[in-house]
């Protein structure tokens, strides 16, 4: 299961290749694309009908409360352990 010797990723030269498969570009480009992008042209074309539901005012009351209590700003933390 090796890949071949002077194989080539989508043909593109190896300075290319470093700079986008390397630094971690394609995969932010990817979960733009997937995990916020859809959603967000989704709210934009149907607005009221994203925004004026139940789960809609308790997903944004929890994030709320998430955001006002400070957790995520730990992982902060977590990066130099």
Do not use: R
């Not at 994203?50 to 998430?66: A, D, G, P, R, S």
């Amino acid at each position: 299961g090796a890949p071949l010797a002077g194989a080539e990723a989508l043909g593109l030269p190896s300075w290319i290749q470093n700079i986008f498969l390397g630094s971690g570009i394609a995969m932010v480009l990817t979960v733009v694309t997937v995990g916020q992008l859809t959603a967000q042209v989704n709210a934009s074309h149907c607005m009221l009908d994203y925004i004026n539901n139940h789960f809609m005012t308790f997903t944004l009351w929890v994030t709320l409360i998430i955001e006002k209590t400070g957790v995520m700003h730990s992982c902060y933390c977590i990066q130099y352990f």
